[in-house]
């Protein structure tokens, strides 16, 4: 029976290794373009939600589109750890990204919700609060 078991482990072994090894093949970098592409998005995602909050798009179908477009961008910079592109002065600064992200989305989810409830003060309470997280965070992050 321990024949049974070495001859398991020992593929089992291998399996992961050759999972290891894919992943950081398969694992694309974040570069500089990519970040200023998705502050790009999220800008653009930022305009749409005040031409929606001025204009008054059909069913705030432009509020929409612009927290699909911010948050689309948050999911994919969630995965990147700020640590891999901030500068060594900032070296804790990462915290600080991360909480600025999670703030964001969930002042974005609260946009949503005040949305669906009609309650444009709120919506644009919580519009404010999401541009201050921008702002802050280019403030310090941004060179």
Known sequence: MKKQNNIFTI???L??????????????EYTKTDR???MLTMAAGM???????????EDGKCIKDGIKNIKDVLHNIEKVDPKDFLDK???NAHK???KTRAMLEMYLDEIEVELRHDNADEVLHNYSLALRQCTSCHLRLRK
């Open 11 to 13: 593929p089992k072994g």
């Open 15 to 28: 399996l992961i290794a050759l999972l290891l090894l894919t992943t950081s093949l398969v694992a694309e």
């Open 36 to 38: 200023v592409n998705d």
């Open 47 to 57: 305009q749409k939600i005040q031409k929606g909050l001025m204009y008054r798009c």
């Open 89 to 91: 002065e900032q070296a």
């Open 96 to 98: 600080f990204a991360k």
